[in-house]
């Protein structure tokens, strides 16, 4: 009993275990049960199941609001949104990978799954060196405000840009060190296969496995502006992880509703570069202008869901005539 009282991260140990147990509890009953054959998901059953997430994650909220006080509580909120907002960029990406190597819908779930699992830990491990940065140094966090200040001026002037997935590092070291097959083979991350010289049964990759890998790693590029963009929001690790996680959780049911609509969010990129830059310099204001006053947490809730929520509004209403449409993402022709 002792152990569950124990600080860890700033935080009692029964709490980071309680959140342990919701994951896991989730993860099980979405592998389980409710995918428990290959499917392809069709967008009303996305909906459904992104609004079971996203109802998770609020009430995981009141819960953080109620234990550990209204200031962390509109924290927590405020990073979850961030993070969700931030994931949308993700889908097209994720449509992209699955697209070149060719995934049928009905295993790009359970890849995602997988994917999902692999994110909880790399963030895990992300967030934790920029804890333990933050705690020994606390100017690291006036790089991680200039970053994102210069990352959200940088998203206001970029242009549209397709990633070349052939020329992915990854993609290549793999099938250079790697037995990889041509074709996929159901849901399967390895299969054995007859060796071309030997005619031996080896272990060999299939494509599934590299779109799984380079789903993740397309997820730590991301995750680039997401974890600082938390961060300067609260140092409390706690807040920052959950919040990023229970966002990150309900990704894979909501890509498959967002990856036939991708192009109707096409001005939230703008939304999402002032977030950034608001986040961003809200440390120095509070440090420099308040006189190291915090940032009144509400406020920088409601400033930043403002924010999304006139982003999605605009490209929904700029984008609700195909004649008015911005210019689109080459989502349409590459759509699975």
């Known amino acids: 009993m002792e152990f569950l009282f124990a600080d860890w991260l700033g935080t009692p140990a029964w709490f980071w275990l309680s959140f342990a147990g919701i994951v896991l509890a989730l993860t099980a009953f979405d592998l389980g049960v409710l995918n428990k054959e290959d499917k392809e998901m069709g967008i009303g059953e996305s909906l459904r199941l992104t609004a079971f997430y996203i109802t998770i994650a609020m009430l995981f909220g009141v819960w953080v609001w109620i234990t550990k006080g209204a200031d962390l509580g509109m924290k927590y909120y405020t990073g979850f949104f961030i993070e969700k907002a931030l994931s949308i960029d993700n889908v097209f990406v994720i449509s992209l990978i699955f697209t070149f190597f060719a995934i ?160 109707r969010f096409y001005y939230l990129k703008y939304a999402l570069a002032a977030v950034l830059v608001f986040i961003g310099s809200k440390i120095f204001v509070s440090d420099f202008l308040l006189g190291g006053d915090k940032f009144p947490p509400l406020a920088s809730l409601l400033v930043t869901f403002g924010l999304i929520g006139a982003g999605v509004a605009y490209s929904l209403w700029k984008t609700r005539h195909g004649e008015d449409a911005a210019p689109q993402l080459p989502h349409d022709e590459i759509r699975p």
């Open 104 to 263: 049928p819908a009905k295993y790009q779930y359970r890849a995602l799954l997988w994917g999902i699992l692999a994110v909880i830990v790399l963030r895990g491990a992300m967030i934790a060196a920029g804890a333990a940065l933050v705690e020994q140094a606390y100017w690291v966090l006036y790089i991680f405000a200039a970053f994102l200040v210069f990352t959200g001026i940088k998203m206001f002037f970029a242009g549209d840009h397709t990633p070349d997935i052939a020329k992915n590092p990854a993609v290549r070291w793999i099938s250079s060190h790697m037995r990889v097959t041509k074709d996929l083979h159901d849901q399967h991350f390895f299969v054995k296969v007859p060796d071309e010289k030997t005619g031996k049964l080896v272990r060999a990759a299939t494509p599934l496995f590299l779109a799984l890998v380079v789903i993740n790693l397309a997820d730590l590029v991301f995750a680039v502006d997401s974890v600082p963009a938390i961060f300067a929001i609260t140092t409390d690790t706690f807040i920052v992880y959950t919040s990023n996680i229970m966002a990150i959780l309900g990704l894979r049911a909501l890509y498959f509703a967002l990856s036939a609509m991708i192009h």
